[in-house]
């Protein structure tokens, strides 16, 4: 079964960092770009961070760069968001999601995990 | 990144055609043929639905298709099911490398 599981999700006081994992599993993981989506309570979707499935590219959302980085260890089918300096409009629930064409980085995304929440406050 | 324009809401009667759009730019939508939608339930993660403005993964509904036209993609729900009462998003590949999604629209089906 093709599956996202996120983890590392919690509370965290302004200008913490925070990394979220994503463990992947039932597909060939390095052959597919991933992304990190994020909805704030009651909010819409936003893109936040993408990578490529060898790992030799990364793209930021303009709100997140500087401050957040993506990796992928694919050895370990695992996906991660390193986030610092966060902030009260960082909160949200983190999504990972696969990409579905094995050609395309930012394309339609077919495989979602559960997501975890991340609430910045003090 | 500025978001793609979709209706905040929609709504259509069991069996009914309903149509969604999503708005853009030559930045995103109209040049580029990577537009998708997804369905959202409430709490839940969202569903791809639609993909490369016109692909329908495997168990996907044909009632569930998808159009371009300028910078203005399209999602039509035909044969409205209760089921299919959900928030809707698109996205669309922009240049210099980043997603932008659209504010998301709610479908009642009445």
């Known amino acids: 079964e093709v599956q996202l599981l996120e983890s590392g999700g919690g509370l965290v006081q302004p200008g913490g960092s925070l990394r979220l994992s994503c463990a992947a599993s039932g597909f060939t993981f390095n052959i597919y770009a991933m992304s990190w989506v994020r909805q704030a309570p009651g909010k819409g979707l936003e893109w936040v961070s993408g990578i490529r499935g060898s790992g030799g590219g990364t793209y930021y959302a303009d709100s997140v760069k500087g401050r957040f980085t993506i990796s992928r260890d694919n050895s370990k089918n695992t996906l991660h968001l390193q986030m610092n300096s966060l902030r009260a409009e960082d909160t949200a629930v983190y999504y990972c999601a696969k990409v579905r064409s094995s050609i395309t980085i930012l394309g339609g995304m077919d495989v979602w995990g559960q997501g975890t929440t991340v609430t910045v406050s003090s | 990144q500025s978001a793609l324009t979709q209706p905040a809401s929609v709504s259509g009667s069991p069996g009914q055609s309903i149509t969604i759009s999503c708005t853009g730019t030559s930045s995103d939508i109209g040049t580029y043929n990577y537009v998708s939608w997804y369905q959202q339930h409430p709490g839940k993660a969202p569903k791809l639905m639609i993909s490369?403005?016109?692909s329908r993964p495997s168990g996907v509904p044909d009632r569930f298709s998808g159009s371009k036209s300028g910078n203005t993609a399209s999602l039509t729900i035909s044969g409205l099911q209760t089921e299919d009462e959900a928030d809707y998003y698109c996205?669309?590949?922009?240049?210099?490398?980043?997603?932008?999604f659209g504010g998301g629209t709610k479908l009642t089906v009445l």
């Open positions: 490369d403005v016109s």
């Open positions: 996205s669309s590949y922009k240049s210099s490398n980043t997603l932008v």
